[in-house]
T-cell receptor, first 109, second 113 residues
Framework: QQPVQSPQAVILREGEDAVINCSSSKALYSVHWYRQKHGEAPVFLMILLKGGEQKGHEKISASFNEKKQQSSLYLTASQLSYSGTYFC??????????FGKGTSLLVTP | NAGVTQTPKFRVLKTGQSMTLLCAQDMNHEYMYWYRQDPGMGLRLIHYSVGEGTTAKGEVPDGYNVSRLKKQNFLLGLESAAPSQTSVYFC????????????FGAGTRLSVL
């Protein structure tokens, strides 16, 4: 079942902060976050596991509320390179991810 | 490191024609996936495979078939293409163990006229 992301789109100026939310109606093993630049493939950003462990590659933080089956991605002091579409992917079966419809983020100078 | 390679990158088909999209990964991953991406819809899972010789249906499997004869390859077939199958197709692979991070190919842009 597809998770719900909010907001659908956000425009920031460099240096501003943003929060992207992802919620599911199912109990989750993990939540994944990916970023996709226009015309490119999605790229892994971060995974949040049941139990609170986080694994990521960039200076972007996230949280996972297991009781509410909600995750939030925190982008602080945004840079122009943060522009793109952010997808959350939720794992409830251990085999595949269900991706949200995405949040379009534009960072302007 | 090639990672996940998709061929072709672009294709135009006429309604009713057939074609096969190839996905190859060199990371020795067990799991492989095919997604389609349409504007405003996100990534929707078509089929996936949890190992050589196995396949399973995803969210939107109708009109597609897949095969995983070799661990490193995952083929997506369209037997009789329809305009509704105009989309960008992404292949992904993952280890399938523990932290199941998916690595995506560059995508195939398919237009069905």
């Amino acid at each position: 079942q597809q998770p719900v992301q909010s907001p659908q789109a956000v425009i920031l100026r460099e240096g501003e902060d943003a929060v992207i939310n992802c919620s599911s109606s199912k109990a989750l093993y993990s939540v994944h976050w990916y970023r996709q630049k226009h015309g490119e493939a999605p790229v892994f950003l971060m995974i949040l596991l049941k139990g609170g462990e986080q694994k990521g590659h960039e200076k972007i933080s996230a949280s996972f509320n297991e009781k509410k089956q909600q995750s939030s991605l925190y982008l602080t002091a945004s840079q122009l390179s943060y522009s793109g579409t952010y997808f959350c992917g939720t794992e409830d079966s251990g085999y595949a991810l269900n991706f949200g419809k995405g949040t379009s983020l534009l960072v302007t100078p | 490191n090639a990672g996940v390679t998709q061929t072709p990158k672009f294709r135009v088909l006429k309604t009713g024609q057939s074609m096969t999209l190839l996905c190859a990964q060199d990371m020795n991953h067990e799991y492989m996936y095919w997604y389609r991406q349409d504007p405003g819809m996100g990534l929707r899972l078509i089929h996936y495979s949890v190992g050589e010789g196995t396949t399973a249906k995803g969210e939107v499997p109708d009109g597609y078939n897949v095969s995983r004869l070799k661990k490193q390859n995952f083929l997506l077939g369209l037997e009789s293409a329809a305009p509704s199958q105009t989309s960008v197709y992404f292949c992904a692979s993952s280890t399938g163990l523990g932290v199941n991070i998916q690595y995506f190919g560059a995508g195939t842009r398919l237009s069905v006229l």
